[in-house]
């Protein structure tokens, strides 16, 4: 309901002004006009992906059935260079398997939680209207497994993220991840896509394993983290983990923030965002530089390289970027485009004297 | 539940003047009859005295505090080798006897046939991937029942030294630590230190099922106001959370709330309770 | 030690024996996922005892209540009636309409025949019963019900009507906003396929 609200919102607010760049995405417009697609066929398993990779665009593929088959796990995972913390996860990574379905997909949501989780875990994605995003219908006790069918009738990127008691814990320990629903007809193809999620952490070591960090409580209701980090991972997005691009090509980030309590300032050093789907929905905004994602929020940003280098990806709340963590890399390789960005000043005119 | 408030004035009179007092079951009430379908079963678990009290549970806020009534609680949860002895007993509860009604496929999952469990699993460590019901009919065969979900919690408000713990910053810390290790459930029995009522293995094994587990009415998603939905619950106010801090209780009602009564659980087993009528001097 | 175990083999072996030859009499194989394996015991609203397996043969709309619930029972209440008046008068005899206490202690056979005459629920196929706690918590897991005690006189509890085929398989279930045509409708299946 709400998202349906804040889509026509938005929709009655930006018509003129956006109407051709919506007309050019394609997008259908309003959820009710994708509740009566009709998804052709027997479903399929749907690609997933872990970051900072993305499935194939949906393209002009006609609306369908598609199965999501996602594990929720506990595992013990490095935060930060040797560092290693008890991670929960979707499918074993965090953030958790990037899904990519289209407007007026037919989305079956196989939740199986391990064998050896020691807690109850679900899913709530925030693509699904209908109560608790899903979390009620897939709450899986250890060892279970629990399903829920959903009609994605809102295009748009959407977080998910498991919400059993006690949420902020679950996604304090990584459970989230995206889930992109693409208009009809597709987004418009770019050169390099690429999945990249938020998250704080809150950590103390543990009393029962040396050296091990875990959830720390205290310093969540603080909402003071000891990381923040893209990708879970200290250096996820650093050295021979950057993300790549040519000159010339287009880039498209699907940034989203698990939070659970940060709110994120997305920049791009030495980048100007050609697109941003604020909020991840569909209203574009042009040449921005630095947008705001709330935590259970996303945006899809678009820019095309120009200049080579490596670009740096930050929270700009800075201490976030170089005090705790939140910090990656885009390395740009191709010539250089002095047209754009030279070195040095300007050539000294020659005096006329 | 049945009254015996003249019990309980007389046992909270004497615990306070409790420590070093010496227990005398004098009449253990025995819960009910023996099913016809169930054979008894000579397991003697040793029980702990618990005197029972009041005391104000994590799931509500407005029904106040419960009175738990005085019982006696197996000190440990139940082994590999007790419930071997309880399915050698009665074959019906043997995995592939077991009706689909009170177990899932994964009951009894490691073990290698109907009389053996798994080589490399310890016989002094609890018992898991039991359904409610197995544990239910195990208690019956020992002439026990499962502990109320009340009960379980009132002994789990004590740490080593006190018996309401949940004041101590440190107390659901460390529960929450333990509860984050995997794999503890294949450590024996009563190795671990025992809390202020002599009981053992409150969080640091497994999971347990109690009789009432199925009386949470909040859901696994516990966001929603759902128990306040009088078309879904009556009378349904009685379950939201006072103690939002205790992340620990917090986690097992999430467990709780999260299963059925077939459901057989890795690192979910259960230990036996009993009514009581004792005298403490 | 191994006397015992070996004992309990024996006596193991026994009852399997005695199982064994205790089933032909009965009634045709059920299910494994049956309700009438539950062998618990019960007493319906005029005091006779009996078991679930006495309810077999017949379709059941089955619901869980207490008679002094103010708030949602008597809504479950109207349901059932509801229910039970779209049936085809000539199949009500394939169908029973089960009502099962949450509140034994004061849901005497006297309180529940009482409680039906009031309702206008007295033909054969309302059936009223009640057990103890423990049955009726094994009931309740059954349903997947959840209920609480929450004072001398007043329960919390979720609001299903669960429908069960003669053989004793649960094939649907209704959950809060109960949906009374979804009932009929299966009831209907089951008892028209049959007949």
Redesign the interface.
């Known amino acids: 309901m709400k998202l349906r609200f804040l889509t026509l919102s938005a929709i009655a607010m930006m018509t003129g002004l956006f109407a051709c760049k919506m007309a050019d995405n394609k997008q259908s417009g309003t959820s009710s006009d994708a509740v009566n697609i009709v998804a052709e066929g027997t479903p399929t398993v749907a690609e997933l992906t872990a970051a900072p990779k993305v499935p194939a665009p949906v393209g002009t593929r006609a609306a369908k059935k598609l199965i999501v088959n996602l594990e929720t796990t506990e595992i013990e995972g490095v935060i930060d260079d040797t560092i290693p913390y008890t991670f929960w996860t979707f499918n074993g990574t965090v953030p958790g398997s990037f899904i990519r379905v289209r407007e007026g997909d037919e989305v079956t949501l196989n939740l199986k939680n391990a064998a050896n989780s020691v807690l109850p875990h679900n899913i709530d994605l925030h693509a699904v209207t209908g109560p608790g995003g899903g979390a009620e219908a897939t709450t899986a006790a250890p060892g279970q497994e629990a399903s829920f069918t959903f009609k994605a009738i809102n295009p748009g990127l959407f977080v998910y993220h498991c919400a059993a008691p006690p949420v902020p814990m679950h996604i304090g320990n990584g459970m989230y991840g995206l889930i992109l629903v693409e208009p009809a007809g597709g987004l418009k193809p770019v050169d390099k896509e690429y999945y990249i999620m938020q998250g704080d952490f809150y950590t103390k070591a543990s009393t029962v394993k040396k050296g091990l960090l875990e959830f720390n409580n205290d310093k969540a209701v603080a909402e003071n983290p000891d990381y923040v980090l893209f990708n879970g991972k200290k250096g996820s997005l650093l050295g021979n983990n950057m993300i790549e691009a040519k000159v010339g090509e287009t880039v498209r980030l699907f940034v989203g923030n698990g939070g659970p309590n940060m709110t994120s300032s997305f920049h791009v050093i030495g980048e100007i965002f050609d697109n941003v789907y604020i909020e991840g929905g569909s209203t574009v905004s042009h040449n921005i530089q630095t947008t705001m994602i709330p935590a259970g929020g996303s945006a899809i940003v678009e820019f095309k390289c120009d200049v080579p280098g490596e670009y740096v990806l930050v929270d700009h709340s800075l201490s976030r970027a170089f005090n705790k963590g939140c910090i990656g890399k885009l390395k740009v390789t191709g010539d250089a485009n002095p047209k754009v960005f030279k070195k040095g000043g300007a050539e000294k005119q020659k005096s006329a004297y | 539940m049945k009254k015996y408030f003249g019990l309980v004035f007389i046992a909270l009179l004497i615990a306070c003047t409790k420590e070093q007092v010496t227990k005398q079951v004098m009449n253990d009430k025995i819960p009910q009859q023996l099913p016809d379908t169930l054979r008894k079963l000579n397991v003697n678990t040793k029980m702990a005295y618990i005197p029972g009290g009041e005391y104000k549970p994590f799931y509500s806020s407005d029904t106040g505090l419960v009175t738990v009534h005085p019982f006696l609680m197996d000190e440990r949860p139940i082994t590999n080798s007790e419930f071997l002895a309880f399915v050698k007993a009665n074959p019906q509860w043997q995995r592939s006897k077991i009706k689909q009604i009170y177990a899932d496929s994964s009951y009894l999952r490691t073990w290698l046939s109907d009389t053996t469990f798994a080589a490399d699993a310890l016989p002094d460590a609890p018992v898991c991937n039991v359904s409610w019901y197995a544990a239910n009919a195990f208690a019956q065969s020992v002439n026990k029942r499962l502990p109320t979900l009340d009960e379980w919690e009132f002994v789990a408000m004590a740490d080593r030294t006190s018996k309401d713990a949940r004041k101590k910053p440190e107390y659901s810390d460390a529960i929450i630590d333990l509860y984050l290790q995997k794999d503890r459930q294949f450590q024996p029995v009563a190795k671990s230190t025992p809390n202020y009522w002599g009981v053992y293995n409150m969080f640091d094994l497994i999971w347990e099922w109690t009789e009432d587990f199925n009386s949470v009415l909040t859901t696994g998603e516990s966001r929603g106001g759902k128990y306040e939905d009088k078309s879904l619950f009556c009378a349904g106010s009685a379950t939201t959370s006072t103690d939002l801090l205790n992340y620990a209780a917090f986690m097992r009602f999430s467990l709780r709330s999260s299963v059925k009564a077939h459901y057989t659980i890795a690192n979910l087993g259960f230990r036996c309770a009993r009514d009581t009528m004792i005298v403490k001097k | 030690m191994r006397i015992?175990?070996f004992l309990?083999?024996l006596?193991?072996?026994i009852?399997?024996c005695k199982?064994k030859s205790a089933e032909p009499g009965e009634m045709p194989t059920l299910?494994?996922?049956?309700?009438f394996?539950?062998?618990?015991q019960w007493e319906n609203q005029n005091g006779d005892t009996l078991h679930l397996t006495d309810l077999q043969g017949k379709t059941l709309v089955v619901v869980m209540i207490y008679s002094s619930?103010k708030?949602?029972?008597p809504?479950l209440i109207a349901k059932m009636k509801q229910i039970e008046s779209k049936f085809d008068r000539k199949d009500i005899d394939k169908i029973s309409m089960v009502l099962v206490s949450i509140d034994p202690e004061t849901d005497t056979p006297e309180h529940l025949k009482a409680f039906a005459a009031k309702n206008g629920m007295d033909g054969n196929q309302w059936i009223f019963l009640r057990s103890?706690e423990?049955a009726t918590?094994?009931f309740?897991?059954?349903l997947?019900?959840?209920?609480?005690?929450?004072?001398p006189i007043?329960?919390?509890?979720?609001?299903i009507i669960s429908v069960f085929k003669p053989n004793g398989q649960l094939v649907k279930q209704e959950?809060?906003?109960i949906n009374i045509d979804n009932v009929v409708t299966t009831v209907n299946k089951i008892v028209k396929g049959n007949s």
């Open positions: 015992i175990a309990l083999v006596l193991g072996s009852t399997a199982e299910p494994s996922s049956s309700i394996n539950l062998s618990s619930c708030t949602a029972c809504i103890d423990n918590r094994e309740a897991n059954v997947a019900m959840k209920y609480k005690k929450i004072s007043d329960f919390s509890h979720s609001n959950e809060g906003e």
